[in-house]
């Protein structure tokens, strides 16, 4: 597999928070145990994931909550958060460490850029919860769900594997529709929240605001 050109446009908005003294101290321990580097060779992930049924990749993991929950509930089922904010990240090594969560590994850095280490057809399922919807339209082209985005993504999910979307965005979520309604790698787009999916605190803000989430599921072809 050749690597992937570097994305041009960024699909998120870089923050930048220092953690606190405790937390830092967390993080410097348990990174080189837990964290998968943004950048390097095709990853062998039976090696990471040893006697795990399947792997599931979460694209913008946020604060941790749904990935946390996820791997205390699914213990055989490898799962890969990636983020770029690293409180974020810290906060889902302490609970690796604090629930001994051997089924989960983080990335700190850009998902898209990450994709270019995974083997072709790995994943069972990629999940993009609430990606920035980058309202304007000189924005547009930063949305994570454009046909050339979803093609990288493709690449790595398994035959039958799913990709799951969800925004609160009545505009994306039609976007989003389209886009995958129009690629070839997918053979259908249903209506489908699965029930392990948490409500976050980012998307309890959105309800209260009188924003419905939407849920999709794309099947690889």
């Known amino acids: 597999m ?10 998120f908005k870089p ?3 220092r953690l606190g003294t405790e937390r830092a101290a967390v993080y410097e321990r348990l990174a080189p145990l837990f964290a998968l580097a943004e950048t390097g060779p095709v990853l062998d992930l039976v090696e990471s994931f040893p006697d795990r049924r399947s792997i599931r990749l979460e694209i913008g993991s946020g604060n941790g909550d749904l990935a946390s929950s996820f791997a205390r509930s699914h213990p055989d089922v490898g799962l890969i958060a990636v983020d770029v904010h690293r409180p974020g990240i810290a906060r889902l090594l302490a609970d690796i460490d604090a629930f001994g969560l051997g089924n989960l590994r983080v990335v700190e850095g850009d998902a898209l850029v990450f994709l270019d ?3 072709d057809a790995s994943i069972d399922e990629v999940w993009a919860f609430f990606p920035d919807p980058w309202p304007k339209n000189a924005q547009s082209h930063r949305r ?9 993504i493709a690449r790595v999910l398994k035959s039958g594997g799913s990709l799951r979307l969800a925004t609160d965005v009545a505009a ?8 995958l309604a129009a690629d070839p790698n997918f053979v259908r787009v249903e209506d489908e929240r699965p029930t392990w999916r948490i409500e976050t605190h980012f998307e309890r803000e959105g309800r209260e605001r009188g924003r419905a989430a939407v849920d999709l599921r794309a099947i690889r072809r």
Do not use: C, D, F, K
Request: charged fraction near 35%.
């Open 117 to 119: 280490r995974l083997p």
């Open 172 to 179: 994306y979520a039609q976007q989003m529709r389209g886009v």
């Open 2 to 11: 050749e690597a992937s050109p570097r994305p041009t446009a960024r699909t």
């Open 15 to 17: 923050r930048r928070r």
């Open 144 to 152: 994570l769900v454009t046909s050339e985005r979803m093609a990288r």
